[in-house]
């Protein structure tokens, strides 16, 4: 069944339709990773570029009735999009969980957090209460929450925010998961607890050898943690390569936007910042060619407007970084040269 | 920097401020067993046309600190001048000219915008509040306003809830300048906003600055943002200002653990400076603010912290020019978490000439102790990887 050369997640090809009453909404358009154990995938988008949903759609999370799914979803051979509900809700949880940004979609706000730690381990391990209890004890010592003796009988909201995320990761790694998917984890936390949350991943993704995918907005994040990383927008990846080269070797005009918006604490300030003008699309009616067409302010140099008709492909420019952009190798390469060195010169 | 009490001309200046909420027990006849102290003494001024960022995390007291200002809040104690005027105990009748003066940005813009109101019912509601009648009418000077932050004239009919997120800010923001204020107090106006439009949204805020000289009170928990917006920074914890500085000599030059701690806790778009940092870990929670510790607040969370911290209320002290600290033992001339260094040291080079020989300063920081505590130091080091991954 497990192929050695197969990645251990290999999403194919992920479609996501939500049919609306003013038309369907394709809010992830063909989308194709991979990664494998023990490594970090950073998908990076702004809201709408279908990072979440993506999410969802591989974990199963996606009401059916309610959306179309179509696409692979390797996991270690097995299908996830193919399979019924049942079976995925029999792998979630056990070979793969997910995190959220607001730890009370996971935490039920009536019962006890032990109660529901050990309640994760009596659905899918056959262990008696009392051994449960004792893994949801091991567990909250593990992510760090003080007292965990006093602390496993607490409610929700009894504790902080940094304790809830904690004990929400507790929670997803309690079956010792072999993939990781983690939404925006720490958006709404602290800076100084952000740290933390981040190492905690990190040292529990070494003892279990655990695949992470993280979502996120913040490049800082993509940079301490990812090994790949894939630029979504518009519902599809319009670029993906390794981190090194996304920081350090970007080649898509968004991408290299997004690089400029952002203030920089390791550079000298600059007076303005260079922000991407407009706005993001909305999903519901997104531009024909290249999504990024109308913000983008390189389609000039591109022949016979093709970015405003032809939907650009994403093609391997070599060492596994792919590009979704029409723009010559040369032109692009080109303008990102000058882009960095604005950059860099900034800081000069 | 400049400003000394008697010449005065700030717009505005708090003075040992305090906002306290009762915390009351539960029962028929409620009685009031302790305070949240969520502002305790806090001191700031704001020069004409200025920024003056306030950063902290979440429960430090910042929003509150910008609420109370504009006496959204009732303050407990210490006064508030807005303009060379005392507001501090001014009724709700009385305060309603000085709103002119004074306005605010909120966070969300999506709850901060009647979505049954038009843009135009929403930009044009301060000219109706306080009868204000633009020469060309309130619709000409809504239009103009609109054209102004970014948004198209012809919407002046629409709904808020038909605009983006983006959009809507501008919105609130045309709102906020719409009577000329002399400061606009910003909570958190760009964390609700994609990346791309936060910095939308920080230039626009710059050029209405240099365009009517509004003076901003900006509070963020974002460092990274702070830094790109404001002239001088205070960063606040459990309701103390702990440091206040111009820009670059706080993020050159931090004094205060917290604010290294602070800093260090950045991520930096940089994967290999990143994997080649040290990060100041802070232990433990932040402490209640019902039972705020003795002595420096901070010393329960502080790797520094000495017996001395535990008794004694550290003093405000300036040990560079303009750059004040609440700490017995600042970190004076250390690189850790000091986030610019190595080639880009320009920054540290801009910092204003100082007024006090180093020595001085240095020989004073010695005396506290300050650099005896440079060993021991509880912090994470980052793997020493010189070659990229």
Known sequence: MTNASAPFLSVQDLTVTFPTEDGSVQAVDGVSFSVERGKTLAIVGESGSGKSVTAQAIMGLLDRRLSSVS???????????????????????????????????????????????????????????QAAREQALEMLNRVGIPDPKTRIDSYPHQLSGGMRQRV????????????????????????????????????????????????????????????????????????????????????????????????????????????????????????????????????????????????????????GHAVRCHLDGDVRQAIATDVLDALAGSGT | MTDTPEMDDSVLRVTDLRTHFPVRSRGVFPKTIGQVKAVDGVSLSVAPGETLGLVGESGC?????????????????????????????????????????????????????????????????????????????????????????????????????????????????????????????????????????????MNLLKDLQDDFGVAYLFVAHDLSVVRQIS??????????????????????????????????????????????????????????????????????RCFRAEDRCRVEVPELRELLPGHTVTCHFPMFDQQVGTVIRGPQSAATERVAPKARPPSEVIADVVESGGLARATGVDYVTGPDATAPK
């Not at chain 1, 990781?180 to 981040?198: F, G, H």
Request: charged letters at 20%; a negative charge.
């Open chain 1, 71 to 129: 696409g692979h979803a390797w996991l270690d051979g097995r299908d996830l999009v193919a399979m019924g509900d049942d079976e995925v809700r029999h792998e979630r949880g056990s070979r793969m969980a997910m995190i959220f940004q607001d730890p009370m979609s996971s935490l039920h706000p009536f019962y006890r957090i032990g109660a529901q730690l050990s309640e994760a381990v009596l659905v899918h391990q056959k262990v008696s209460k």
């Open chain 2, 61 to 201: 007291g910042k929003s509150t600190t910008g609420r109370t200002v504009l006496r959204l809040i009732a303050p407990t104690s210490g006064t508030i001048e807005l303009d060379g005027t005392d507001i501090t105990t001014m009724s709700a009748k009385q305060l309603v000219p000085l709103r002119r003066k004074a306005q605010m940005i909120f966070q969300d813009p999506y709850n901060a915008l009647n979505p049954r109101h038009t843009v135009g019912t929403i930009i044009g509601a301060p000219f109706e509040v306080q009868s204000v009648s633009p020469p060309g009418g309130v619709r000409l000077a809504v239009q103009e306003l609109m054209e102004r932050v970014g948004l198209n004239p012809e919407h002046y009919n629409r709904y808020a809830s038909e605009f983006s997120g983006g959009q809507r800010q501008r919105i609130g923001i045309a709102r906020a300048v719409a009577l000329r204020p002399k400061i606009i107090v910003c909570d958190e106006p760009v964390s609700a906003l994609d990346v791309s439009i936060q910095a939308q949204i």
């Open chain 2, 231 to 300: 002239h001088r920074v205070a960063v606040m914890y459990l309701g103390h200002i702990v440091e206040l500085a111009p820009r670059d000599s706080l993020y050159s030059q931090p004094l205060h653990p917290y604010t290294h701690a602070l800093l260090s806790a950045v991520p930096l778009p940089d994967p290999r400076a990143q994997a080649n940092r040290e990060q100041i870990r802070l232990s433990g929670d932040l402490p209640s603010p019902i039972n705020p510790p003795s002595g420096c607040v901070f010393h329960t």
């Open chain 1, 168 to 319: 929400m990761i507790a929670m997803a790694l309690i079956n010792s998961p072999a993939l990781l998917i983690a939404d925006e984890p720490t958006t709404a936390l602290d800076v100084t607890v952000q740290a933390q949350i981040l190492e905690l991943i990190g040292n529990l993704q070494q003892e279990y050898d655990t695949a992470v995918i993280m979502i996120t907005h913040d490049l800082g994040i993509v940079a301490d943690i990812a090994d790949q990383v894939a630029v979504m927008y518009g519902g599809r990846i319009v670029e993906a390569a390794a981190v090194d080269d996304i920081f350090y070797r970007p080649q898509m005009p968004y991408t290299l936007g997004l690089l400029a918006s952002v203030p920089r604490l390791d550079q000298v300030r600059v007076e303005r910042l260079d922000p991407i003008p407009g706005n993001p699309p909305s999903p519901i009616s997104l531009p024909p060619g290249c999504v990024f067409q109308p913000r983008c302010a390189y389609s000039d140099r591109v022949a016979d407007h093709a970015c405003e008709g032809i939907r650009p492909e994403l093609i391997d420019i070599g060492g």
